[in-house]
């Protein structure tokens, strides 16, 4: 079973472009995070919600819109795609209160390559 | 917000060598500190983390410490193997909006040659 699911894993898109990116996590967790991989290899957070709520929402571009219709799925929108948004995006939950709070169970990531 | 600084970015060691990774933060209220590996192509996932009423914490060849004053806390790895070969990361957990948001290094990519 996995744990936290991200579809697609890999996506190949033109510039100017509208994609989505999935997330559903099976693990009961209360957040869900998704965060930004560079070729350089840094985790930068991008929003963070919590019971449906955002709690984050990090710099950036307002074509970047996530949607978390319930606990168990955060999607993320991003409109009029900049070869600047090819990235890895990585899903990811935890549970704020038990266990270890802030452990985060990462999603294998969305390749996301704009042409 | 947090901000975490970690060093080396590259480590490059032979078998059987020890690694030491760095990493210091700036907020005082931090109170969990995780350590994330990623293979390449894969997902960072944890392997050990440090709670801050904790100095010291060890999982067989690896270990952490934590140096609250300092704000500052270090992962080890001692008898390093090549499956040991990845990019490692730290990150600071505090508490924000009702949640935990933990704030990443930069990671250290660390090459075991045989």
């Known amino acids: 079973d996995t744990a936290v699911s991200q579809t697609p894993k890999y996506l190949v898109t033109q510039m100017g472009n509208d994609k989505s990116i999935k997330c559903e996590q099976n693990l009961g967790h209360d957040t869900m995070y998704w965060y930004k991989q560079d070729s350089k290899k840094f985790l930068k957070i991008m929003f963070s919600y919590n019971n449906k709520e955002l709690i984050i929402n990090e710099t950036v571009p307002n074509r970047f819109s996530p949607k978390s219709p319930d606990k168990a799925h955060l999607n993320l929108h991003i409109n009029s795609l900049e070869l600047g948004d090819s990235a890895v995006y990585f899903c990811?939950?935890?549970?704020?209160?038990?266990?270890?709070?802030?452990?985060?169970?990462f999603g294998e990531g969305s390749r996301l390559t704009v042409l | 917000g947090e901000n975490v600084e970690q060093h080396p970015s590259t480590l490059s060691v032979q078998e059987g060598d020890s690694a030491v990774i760095k990493c210091t933060y700036s907020?005082?209220?931090?109170?969990?500190f995780p350590w994330y590996k990623q293979e390449l192509g894969k997902r960072p996932q944890l392997i050990i983390d440090?709670?801050?009423?904790?100095g010291e914490k060890k999982d067989q060849r690896i270990a952490v410490t934590l140096n609250k004053t300092a704000k500052h806390f270090s992962l080890h790895i001692t008898e390093t193997q090549p499956e040991d070969s990845a990019v490692y990361f730290c990150?600071?957990?505090?508490?924000?909006?009702?949640?935990?948001?933990?704030?990443f290094g930069r990671g250290t990519s660390l090459i075991v040659h045989p």
């Open positions: 440090i709670r801050s009423n904790v």
């Open positions: 907020d005082s209220a931090s109170n969990y």
């Open positions: 990811a939950s935890s549970q704020s209160d038990r266990g270890r709070p802030g452990e985060l169970f």
């Open positions: 990150a600071a957990t505090g508490r924000g909006g009702g949640s935990y948001i933990p704030t």
